[in-house]
Each structure stands twice: as structure tokens, then as C-alpha cells.
């Protein structure tokens, strides 16, 4: 029932993309800082990494328009990826974006204003034929690089807004402060490893949950192992820091 819910809210914002586009893009974000602006889009970031610090990347798999990409993308090609290999891609990437914005807004002299609604006058982001084109470009090399990378194949390479929902996540972890994670009981696991098979994230969860808790950081919070353990040895729970066996 819980993976049922939660498809229909990711499904619902893939449906939702074009209104929110430019409130989650790079390029409006970058357009805006060397305008000496604020859009909507680093406003959005800026949410992501607070809501990181409580909610580690439960944004990932419960109301990010591109999860419900990935979760089509999955029916085509569910082969789990090497984590960390492509994260040296996806911090390469978002490292030039960053440098990038932060120079946009030295060179226009600092933040001159917030504006939300940057290049999107109408609320709603593709609102016009040239804006559908470049909308249905970003989602076919969205698409693209999951069904050829495999599980999640976008999230891992290209993601933009991921280093924010993490950077979060680190700074909770830092300040012990309460955080949601996947617990477990190691007494009840089998070592089925189902968990793993399910985990759309490639996390070795069946090795990683020994200590009591999935401690790695590209855990989307979904709860498909959760689900998917024949053991229950496993739930969700608020826990500081690393948590405890069996707690
Ligand atoms: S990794 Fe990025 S694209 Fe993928 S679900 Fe998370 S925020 Fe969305
Ligand atoms: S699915 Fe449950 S029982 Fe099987 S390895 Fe994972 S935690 Fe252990
Ligand atoms: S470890 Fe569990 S909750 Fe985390 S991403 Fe994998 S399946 Fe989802």
C-alpha cells in the first residue's frame, strides 16, 4: 500500500513537471544570478537542503517529478548502478554549476533582489511551443541515461538538486540533530537479501543494515525494503547521528 502511494504522488508530479519545471532548474537558476537575482529554483534548493537535514533525500522518492521518470525507466532496465563511481560524475557536474551561479552573482555586484517567478511570467513554467521543445529535451536525456545506466541512471549522473538534499543530510549527521532513517533489527534478518534486490538506489542494504541502521547517503528514504523484507526486520525511524542495533 505504501509503494502504491507513493507512485501515484511521484506520477502525480511527473505529470506536474511542466508547471514546476523552471522551479527546479539549473539554467533559470544561472540566467537569474547574472541578473543579480534570486530565482524560484535556488529557492527551492534552499528548501531542499532543510528539508535534508531532517529528511535525508525522502524528497527523492516521495515527490520529485524525475523519481516517476526513474520509475519507468526501471520497468525497461532495473540494473543496479556503481553508486559511487557516478557520483564523482554527478560532483563534477554540479561543482561547475555551483562555481558557476556563485560567479553569475559576483559579477552582477551581489543579490539585487528575489524574484520567484523569474523567466516564468505565467506561474506556469512551459506555457509556449519553444518552451515544450527544450522541456522535452531535458526529459528525454532524463530518460535516456536511466534506461542505459540502469537503476536511477539520471539521479546518479546528472542530478543537480541531490548535493543540496545531501549537503542537508550531512550538516543533521554533524549536529547529532533527529534525522529519518531506515532502522533494523539484525537479529530477525535471514540475509535474503530482497532488500537489496529492491532498493532502487543500489545500496548494498543487507550488508549496510549489520549496524543497525542504512547509514549510506544515497538512501532515498522509499521504504521498498522496508516492504519488500519477508522478516520485518526492518522500519523507519527518527535517530541522531548512527543508530543503534536493535533500537
Ligand atoms: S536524485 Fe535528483 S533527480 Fe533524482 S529523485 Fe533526487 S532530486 Fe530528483
Ligand atoms: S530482506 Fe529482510 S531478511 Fe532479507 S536480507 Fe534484507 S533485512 Fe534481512
Ligand atoms: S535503503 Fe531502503 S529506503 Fe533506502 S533507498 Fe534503498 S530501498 Fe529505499
Known amino acids: 500500500m505504501r509503494q502504491k502511494v507513493r507512485r501515484v504522488i511521484v506520477f502525480t508530479t511527473l505529470f506536474l513537471f511542466p508547471v514546476i519545471f523552471n522551479y527546479l532548474s539549473p539554467y533559470v537558476s544561472l540566467d537569474a544570478a547574472f541578473a543579480g537575482l534570486v530565482a524560484g529554483s535556488v529557492m527551492v534548493f534552499a528548501f531542499l537542503f532543510l528539508s535534508g537535514i531532517f529528511l535525508g533525500r525522502a524528497w527523492c522518492a516521495w515527490f520529485c517529478p524525475v523519481a516517476g521518470l526513474s520509475e519507468l525507466g526501471a520497468t525497461i ?44 511570467e505565467h506561474i506556469v513554467s512551459v506555457d509556449e511551443p519553444l518552451k515544450f521543445i527544450n522541456y522535452y529535451l531535458v526529459l528525454a536525456i532524463l530518460f535516456a541515461l536511466t534506461v542505459t545506466v540502469g537503476k536511477r541512471g539520471a539521479c546518479h549522473t546528472i542530478c543537480w538538486m541531490a548535493p543540496f538534499l545531501t549537503a542537508g543530510e550531512l550538516v543533521g549527521r554533524a549536529l547529532r540533530l533527529p534525522q529519518l532513517k531506515i532502522r533494523a533489527n539484525p537479529s530477525n534478518c535471514v540475509g535474503c537479501g530482497k532488500c537489496t534486490t529492491k532498493c532502487p538506489m543500489s545500496i548494498d542494504v543487507a550488508a549496510e543494515i549489520k549496524t543497525g541502521s542504512v547509514a549510506s547517503l544515497a538512501c532515498i528514504r522509499c521504504g521498498e525494503c522496508i516492504d519488500g523484507c519477508p522478516k520485518r526486520a526492518l522500519c523507519y525511524g527518527m535517530g541522531r547521528g548512527k543508530v543503534a542495533v536493535g533500537k
Not at 548502478?81 to 560532483?91: F, G, H, Q
Open 77 to 120: 532496465n532495473d540494473r543496479p548502478v556503481k553508486v559511487n563511481r557516478l557520483a564523482v560524475i554527478r560532483y563534477a557536474i554540479f561543482g561547475v554549476w555551483f562555481a558557476a551561479l556563485a560567479a553569475g552573482f559576483i559579477l552582477a555586484g551581489g543579490i539585487r533582489g528575489f524574484d520567484p517567478l523569474y523567466l516564468t
